[in-house]
T-cell receptor
Framework: KAGVTQTPRYLIKTRGQQVTLSCSPISGHRSVSWYQQTPGQGLQFLFEYFSETQRNKGNFPGRFSGRQFSNSRSEMNVSTLELGDSALYLC?????????????FGPGTRLTVL | AQTVTQSQPEMSVQEAETVTLSCTYDTSESDYYLFWYKQPPSRQMILVIRQEAYKQQNATENRFSVNFQKAAKSFSLKISDSQLGDAAMYFCAYRSALGGGSNYKLTFGKGTLLTVNP
């Protein structure tokens, strides 16, 4: 079974631009979570989607948004990019209804904002 | 809000030796899950081991085991017979069991960079 895939793997943008990142979960997984990883703040939860609905949201400004499609694929969007948005963005999918609902992570998208 | 603390930014171990990574957490909840994730350099994060808070028995996965002390809110990871492939950043993570299992948010510690010396 294919793992979680994220596209693109690398992205360079300039301040003020917007960006859209994509995540395809493992087949059958309906929950998709997004995390931001930076050297200073570590791993921080952005949001989680299940069946096209956002169930949980982390403490990020409204410039960060996401959505999930009927096939469970998810996108996250960051508008009006700032230098501090440079980070590795990780997507994780989960098969719901199990004891641990273990999250499987993708390779991430490395975003650099210049 | 829950917090996870990993007090060792870096650790090193000789190949074939044993190393223990520390993790403490703060929560007012009684039911939750704890995880250790491994993130090798430029590679995907993978789950190493997991523990349910209401299970007193410590989890083990081959060379990896945990020492879960619920009262002390401590969740350390022991790696036995360390191998070169164990070199990675290790993250301790917490997930609440509230919300009927609908809370998928993981709260991570800052990580411990493990170096394995040949």
């Amino acid at each position: 079974k294919a793992g979680v895939t994220q596209t693109p793997r690398y992205l360079i943008k300039t301040r003020g631009q917007q960006v859209t990142l994509s995540c395809s979960p493992i087949s059958g997984h309906r929950s998709v979570s997004w995390y931001q990883q930076t050297p200073g703040q570590g791993l921080q939860f952005l949001f989680e989607y299940f069946s096209e609905t956002q169930r949980n949201k982390g403490n990020f400004p409204g410039r960060f948004s996401g959505r999930q499609f009927s096939n469970s694929r998810s996108e996250m969007n960051v508008s009006t990019l700032e230098l501090g948005d440079s980070a590795l963005y990780l997507c994780a999918s989960s098969l719901t209804g199990t004891v641990f609902n273990e999250q499987f992570f993708g390779p991430g998208t490395r975003l650099t904002v210049l | 809000a829950q917090t996870v603390t990993q007090s060792q930014p870096e650790m090193s171990v000789q190949e074939a030796e044993t190393v223990t990574l520390s993790c403490t957490y703060d929560t007012s909840e009684s039911d939750y899950y704890l995880f250790w994730y491994k993130q090798p350099p430029s590679r995907q994060m993978i789950l190493v081991i997991r523990q349910e808070a209401y299970k007193q028995q410590n989890a083990t996965e081959n060379r990896f085991s945990v020492n879960f002390q619920k009262a002390a809110k401590s969740f350390s990871l022991k790696i036995s017979d360390s191998q070169l492939g164990d070199a990675a950043m290790y993250f301790c993570a917490y997930r609440s069991a509230l919300g009927g299992g609908s809370n998928y948010k993981l709260t991570f510690g800052k990580g411990t960079l493990l170096t394995v010396n040949p």
